[in-house]
Structures are given as C-alpha cells and as structure tokens.
C-alpha cells in the first residue's frame, strides 16, 4: 500500500510535460554514438589525460553534426548504463573560445553561465591531487593536441520545476578540448559519485528571473508531498560543442546527452521526456547569456567573481542580508510568503548564518550577472564590488586568442 501511494504522489510530482508536439515520437540513437558515448564516459576519471580515441569518440561528433534527424522527437540512448536518458542539440551565436573561456574557466563557476540550473559549484580536486590547480585553454587546439582537466567539482543545482526540490551532489569530471579532423571541439563529461536526497525550494517569478529560495529540509514542496524524500540516485552527463567552421552562423553547434535516475523509495520516476525538459533548460539560460551582446570579456567576468571571492566575511554576510529584504520586497506577494513564519525564516542574520561562504559567493555570482546583462537584478553591483566592499582580485586564468 505505501509503495502504491508512493508511486501516486510520484506520480504527481513529475507529471507529463507539454510541447508543440504532444506525443513526439521516440527515437533511439544509433548503436556506434553509444558505443561513442560509453568511451567518452570512460574517460571521467583518467587523470593525466593526454590522449583521446577520435575512432571511438568520432560517431558522437559526426551525429551531433547529422541534419539526417527526424524533428520533433525525442532521442534516447538503448544502452546497458542504467538510468533513462535524452539527447537535445542546439546552435550558439558564440564562438567556440568564448564559450570555452567563460563556461570552463576555473575562476568563472558554472552559476555565471547556467543560473537557471546550477545554484552554486566549484572545484574540490583537479588532475588527481588533493588541491585545485589553475588552467588555462590554448585555442584553437593544435592538431593531434589534447588539452584536459580532470577533477571532481561540486554542484548544487536549482529547484526542479516538478519536485520542488535541489540537489547537491560530488561530481567526477572531464573537461577535454581537442580537434577532429578540421573541427575544433570541446567535451565536458562528468558522473555523479553519490545519491543525493532532495531538499525544499522555491522557484520566485518566473524561472528566467534567475530568484530561488533554498530550505535545509528534506522533501518536496508540493501540497501534501511534504514527507516525500526525493533522491537523484545516479546522473552522468556528455555535452559537447563543435565549432561548425568559418564563416557558418552560428558558429558552433552545441548538444547534451543525458542519464537521470531520480525518484523515492528506489523507484525512478524521471522519464525521457522529464530530462529533455531539463536540458532545455539548461540550454535557455547558456544561449541567454553566451549571446547576449552585453555580456563583458571573460577576463572581466573572471575579475569580478575574484572579487567576490576575496570578500571579507562580515561584508559579503552584509550583502546578502540586503538581497534577501530586497528579495521578500519584490516577491512578497507570492505564496511562500504568505505564511508570516515561514517567510521570517528567509530573513536577517539568522538565515545567512546558515549559508555556505559559497552560497553566499553564488548570490551575488549571480546578482553581478543580471546587472552586465539587465536582467533586473536585485542588488546593484556596485554595492559589492566596490573597493569598500571587497579587496582587489586577479584573474588566476584566461584563454589565448578566443574568438
């Protein structure tokens, strides 16, 4: 009976997604892009990667390259790795060392560039030590030529739009930039290393407004789902973006292919169709700000989050204090605050004291975005990275001649 209830509330928590096409038909990926993709999954944990098997990872390439697909569908791997899974590709009006600069930079976190999916990340270890160490990318890669960081980084994502719910999670990585025959391209592949349980959140506006509220609690935030503990058993991910060659627009051609098990009790209740959705989503936020003509140099970018990272604590605590008034003052109206006990929990020292130095780092991260990009932010970004309110930083990294 507590199976069958489970399930129903499950159920609920992850309902059917629409779209323009309501029932798109389901198409399983070629037999050697998935031969592809379990090599290139292989490669999460190889510290000290110098080398990459293009025989083996060049299917993948050439699909994400095919225009021989049939639209709209939703395409899966039929593969012995466990979990369901989802392919989306995408096109980036960006040039391939940007995205490369600014999305896989060890002094810009991924919240800069995806702040409608990740919460707050960074590197715990690289290239098989105990530390972090810094990188840069040479692009364009030279033939024959690997470049690859290796590590584990951790990753708190965003609420999910069905559960209610964040995750945060270890993840093993590789970050591989190399060439196939003329074509410049550039892996990420990571795995999730342990389950992770679910914890409440709020999604305030819309998703696009980049606003969310965190709890310590477990569970999921849907009416009378509240004792529901969700769990992301297993994640694992390959996305890749491959510059389409000169004088093509856009310049580069992006795609995700991803695993998902999560659900409660043991049973996965994620489908093909919950895992497109999220990639979409993740898609969303990358192009809205990879293209947006406002968007300052990654070497700018990297400076202002070194210094938030060189904040003093009393003044980054400070901060967000005033972000979360400001933040109850421009959603006030909606229903997480309505209960006046609840909403006081988001509110004064008391609350931040609960934050991580990197949660708090992520708020004004991502703060500092929407002002460079009028994104109507919440905190004007003068108040933080004024020489008052920070010390000076430096760019540990950069990129040679991105374009």
Not at 134 to 143: A, C, I, Q, T, V
Not at 299 to 310: L, P, Q, R, T, Y
Request: proline residues 6%; aromatic residues 12%.
């Amino acid at each position: 009976m507590v199976a069958i209830l489970l399930a129903t509330v499950l159920a609920q928590a992850f309902p059917t997604i629409s779209s323009a096409s309501p029932n798109p038909e389901k198409i399983q990926i070629p037999a050697n892009v998935t031969e592809g993709l379990g090599y290139l999954l292989g490669l999460v944990e190889k510290h000290g990667l110098r080398h990459i098997d293009m025989e083996k990872a060049g299917p993948v390439i050439d699909f994400v390259l095919s225009e021989d697909k049939t639209r709209p569908a939703l395409y899966y791997s039929k593969d012995d790795f466990g979990p369901d899974s989802a392919y989306h590709e995408f096109e980036v009006d960006q040039g391939l060392g940007n995205i490369v600069a600014y999305a896989y930079s060890p002094s810009i976190p991924s919240e800069a560039v995806i702040p409608s999916s990740i919460r707050v990340s960074f590197w715990k270890k690289t290239n098989g030590f105990d530390h972090v160490d810094s990188w840069s990318w040479d692009y364009p890669p030279k033939e024959g030529a690997v470049q690859a960081v290796t590590g584990i980084e951790y990753e708190e994502t965003t609420p999910d739009v069905f559960s209610g719910t964040y995750y945060g999670y270890d993840l093993d990585r590789s970050l591989i930039l190399c060439r196939y025959g003329e074509r410049n391209v550039f892996f990420s592949i990571s795995r999730q290393r342990e389950k992770a349980p679910g914890k409440k959140a709020f999604t305030l506006g819309d998703d696009q407004d980049w606003a969310y509220l965190y709890t310590d609690e477990t569970g999921m935030n849907k009416a009378g789902m509240g004792w529901v503990t969700p769990y992301m058993y297993e994640s694992f991910a390959v996305t890749v973006f491959i510059d389409r060659g000169e004088g093509v627009s856009p310049p580069v051609k992006g795609a995700m292919f991803k695993w998902l098990d999560a659900g409660a009790g043991g049973m996965n209740m994620v489908a093909t169709r919950h895992i497109d959705a999220g990639i979409r989503r993740f898609e969303n936020a990358f192009r809205t700000v990879m293209e947006d003509p406002s968007l300052p140099p990654p070497e700018v970018v990297s400076d202002a989050f070194s210094k938030i990272e060189s904040m003093p604590d009393e003044g980054i605590k400070r901060q967000v204090e005033l972000y979360f008034d400001l933040l109850k003052k421009r959603y006030g109206h909606e229903e997480v605050f309505q209960d006046e006990d609840f909403a006081a929990k988001f509110a004064g020292s008391e609350y931040v004291a609960q934050l991580t130095r990197q949660q708090m780092e992520g708020i004004l991260g991502v703060e500092y975005m929407k002002n460079v990009l009028g994104k109507n932010p919440i905190l004007g970004v003068s108040r933080f990275l004024s020489q008052k309110s920070c010390q000076s930083g430096v760019s540990p990294a950069g990129i040679s001649n991105p374009n």
